[in-house]
């Protein structure tokens, strides 16, 4: 959680984030604390909250405009590797969307897919923050559910330009057919928010 450092003294024992529930293997449902990387699909946890608990909790969730997304997944998978990204960002980037897509990686995958029901279009958020706007979004879902907001720290960040930099022809258009439904879903261009 990108504020942890800071809101921590304001949760409850009960109160569960990433790490405790992955590292420190708080996850109340093991089947769910087996995919190890907490990212799991709104969809799947839903069966385990049963249809009328799911309902009543206010669901919300962060997404970023594909193109920028997508830049900081190839920073990401090559951090430790040098400056292999900032030397051939274009090379490295071709390689992750044509060369070897790694289509089982989940950040490599639409964010609409954690998000959508099981027809695969309707979203099951309540509501719907944008990294473009976090402390935005943030103080605004914090204002909803009652509780005081606080400043978020830059967590697990990458090392990247401006997102419109690394692109080619090529690339705008890999990435527009890869992720064309969190494009339209979720209301991103290239140039940015439509």
């Not at 799947?44 to 830049?71: I, T």
Request: with cysteine; aromatic share 14%; hydrophobic share 40%.
């Amino acid at each position: 959680m990108p504020c942890a450092r800071r809101c921590a003294s304001r949760w409850g024992r009960e109160d569960l984030e990433q790490v405790g529930l992955f590292v420190n293997k708080r996850f109340p449902w093991p089947a769910l604390a087996a995919i190890q990387h907490g990212h799991f699909a709104l969809r799947e946890l839903r069966p385990y909250l049963g249809d009328a608990l799911f309902d009543a909790y206010f669901k919300f969730a962060f997404v970023r405009n594909p193109f920028d997304r997508f830049v900081s997944y190839c920073a990401f998978m090559l951090r430790g590797g040098g400056d292999v990204f900032e030397q051939r960002p274009r090379e490295a980037m071709h390689h992750f969307l044509f060369g070897d897509p790694p289509e089982r990686h989940i950040l490599f995958q639409p964010q609409s897919n954690l998000l959508v029901g099981d027809d695969g279009t309707t979203l099951l958020t309540d509501h719907v923050g944008r990294v473009e706007d976090m402390q935005g979004s943030y103080d605004g879902i914090c204002a909803h559910i009652g509780i005081a907001s606080c400043a978020l720290d830059r967590v697990n960040g990458t090392r990247h330009n401006a997102y419109h930099r690394y692109y080619d022809r090529q690339l705008i258009d890999g990435v527009s057919a890869r992720y064309a439904q969190d494009l339209e879903l979720f209301g991103y261009t290239f140039e940015g928010l439509r």
